[in-house]
């Protein structure tokens, strides 16, 4: 079989491809602190249950990842996962080939395969979750630069703004992100317990009014990056996906005022279907096409 593995800065997932579609198979926690190793080993384990000889692997990876090299170059939201040779170790543990890319572009090549994203034109992909990822897709096929293009989340919004796990001040993803939506709703609520975006949306979804301006102060950052995206590529559209997604109707409308206020594109922002399962479904077909 060939299997999907997309590993997130909380969430892992496995599946692989059979007749007629995709199966997820688990869902394990990431456990960042505890290494890289001992997830490998964890997702190895779940595999081997299932398959004793898998055709191939692929890994999306929340991180900057050297696809040549086979390489986890560093990842914000896996703290100390740095120059890890993941694609060799995971080859050697499942004895078989394995392919990795960022979770992003996995999460793209899905949306790609399935044409939920058009096979001509520029599009750029962005999933809002833990962090910020991003691809560009330039007729069907995504553009890797020298290698590391799509890194948005990374993008500075606030020259002297917040730390950033990467090591940089105000990139976007402390702004737009799963933590700085917490953040906004701690500020609006004047309460100090930490409440998940989930929580909020539910929350939203009751007319509260912190929650309320916690989405909307949430969309004004997300418009803002768009913004500059849309400066930088003009492309012809974006599509949104990732867990924030489910509450876009609370968010939606402050971006898209905030990104007419800074620029005179046209507002063509989409939002990919819902699934838990795209990434590792992604990582499954790269796994497939790249070792035959």
């Not at 974006?238 to 005022?257: D, K, N, P, T």
Request: hydrophobic residues 35%.
């Amino acid at each position: 079989m060939h299997w999907g593995i997309d590993i997130g800065g909380t969430t892992t997932i496995l599946g692989y491809l059979k007749p007629g579609g995709f199966k997820k198979a688990a869902t394990l926690r990431t456990d960042p602190l505890s290494g890289p190793d001992s997830l490998l080993r964890k997702i190895s384990k779940k595999i081997n249950e299932a398959d004793r000889a898998p055709c191939s692997a692929g890994a999306g990876i929340a991180g900057l990842v050297n696809r040549s090299k086979g390489l986890l170059v560093s990842s914000p939201n896996l703290p100390g996962w740095k120059d890890y040779l993941i694609r060799e170790k995971l080859s050697d543990i499942l004895n078989c080939p394995v392919v990795i890319d960022n979770d992003c572009n996995v999460f793209a090549i899905q949306a790609i395969e399935s044409s939920s994203i058009p096979d001509s034109g520029l599009w750029l992909m962005i999933t809002l979750g833990t962090g910020i990822g991003g691809t560009i897709i330039h007729e069907g096929s995504i553009l890797y630069g020298s290698g590391y293009a799509g890194e948005f989340g990374h993008m500075t919004v606030e020259a002297t703004g917040k730390n950033c796990l990467c090591g940089s001040k105000g990139c976007w993803e402390r702004y737009a992100a799963s933590e700085a939506l917490s953040d906004y709703y701690r500020k609006h609520s004047c309460n100090s317990i930490h409440y998940s975006p989930k929580e909020i949306a539910r929350l939203a979804s009751t007319k509260q009014d912190a929650a309320l301006s916690a989405f909307e102060e949430f969309g004004t950052w997300l418009g803002i990056g768009l913004a500059n995206l849309y400066h930088c590529f003009s492309p012809d559209g974006v599509f949104l996906a990732g867990g924030l997604m489910g509450a876009s109707e609370f968010f939606l409308r402050s971006a898209e005022s905030e990104f007419h206020r800074r620029c005179p594109f046209v507002w063509n922002v989409n939002v990919l279907p819902s699934s838990s399962d795209a990434g590792a479904e992604g990582a499954a077909i790269m796994g497939r096409n790249r070792t035959g």
